[in-house]
T-cell receptor, first 111, second 114 residues
Framework: GENVEQHPSTLSVQEGDSAVIKCTYS??????FPWYKQELGKRPQLIID?????GEKKDQRIAVTLNKTAKHFSLHITETQPEDSAVYFC??????????FGSGTKLNVKP | DSGVTQTPKHLITATGQRVTLRCSPR?????VYWYQQSLDQGLQFLIQ???????AKGNILERFSAQQFPDLHSELNLSSLELGDSALYFC?????????????FGPGTRLTVL
């Protein structure tokens, strides 16, 4: 089955700096890669996603890049704000059925 | 509020017992997914249903079973509970299975096995 690895497990940045979280996957047939944000005690919420036919997608301060050859994808958050502090999960899916999640990155944005 | 509801919110039980977790998807959503999130861990995909039929299976133990009813709500049954089953159980729903449609997560059921 699919194996998704996520790094780093914790990330601390100063407000205004950029944050980058990286994930690798093992199944070359995976074709959908969402990113979720989970605040403490709350449900995961989708923040951005990318399909395998696209190399990059941007939504305001958030961007995701995908390298299919290397089987890795990354989340980029620019101009970080304290409210960006949360746990971020990457996931990989083949045809939107099974979803395999990374182990999460705890992002701390220091004011 | 995502529109996905889960009951109960908290559940405390003993080893060896059986419990049922319930999920009501968003209005119009046909697909339901179940996930397990252990303490400080990622989300483990358990199982997916689409319009009453099992669609995909993940790392779901044989002690666990699920079903989706004609009204599209879903139940996850956990039996012969062990301490290690203590976790947050989420369900999520989406409009269709397959297709770039967002999964909306419910608030979760926190299961504690003593």
């Amino acid at each position: 089955g699919e194996n998704v690895e996520q790094h780093p497990s914790t990330l601390s940045v100063q407000e205004g700096d950029s944050a980058v979280i990286k994930c690798t996957y093992s199944d070359s047939a995976s074709n959908y890669f969402p990113w979720y944000k989970q605040e403490l005690g709350k449900r995961p919420q989708l923040i951005i996603d990318i399909r395998s036919n696209v190399g990059e997608k941007k939504d305001q301060r958030i961007a995701v890049t995908l390298n299919k050859t290397a089987k890795h994808f990354s989340l980029h958050i620019t101009e970080t704000q304290p409210e960006d502090s949360a746990v971020y999960f990457c996931a990989a899916s083949r045809n939107f059925n099974k979803f395999y999640f990374g182990s999460g990155t705890k992002l701390n944005v220091k004011p | 509020d995502s529109g996905v509801t889960q009951t109960p919110k908290h559940l405390i039980t003993a080893t060896g017992q059986r419990v049922t977790l319930r999920c009501s998807p968003r209005s119009g959503d046909l697909s339901v997914y179940w996930y397990q999130q252990s303490l400080d861990q990622g989300l483990q995909f358990l199982i997916q249903y689409y319009n009453g039929e099992e669609r995909a299976k993940g790392n779901i133990l044989e002690r666990f079973s699920a079903q989706q009813f004609p009204d599209l709500h879903s139940e996850l049954n956990l039996s012969s509970l062990e301490l290690g089953d203590s976790a947050l159980y989420f369900c999520a729903s989406s409009i269709i299975a397959g297709g770039p449609v967002e999964q909306f997560f419910g608030p979760g059921t926190r299961l504690t096995v003593l």
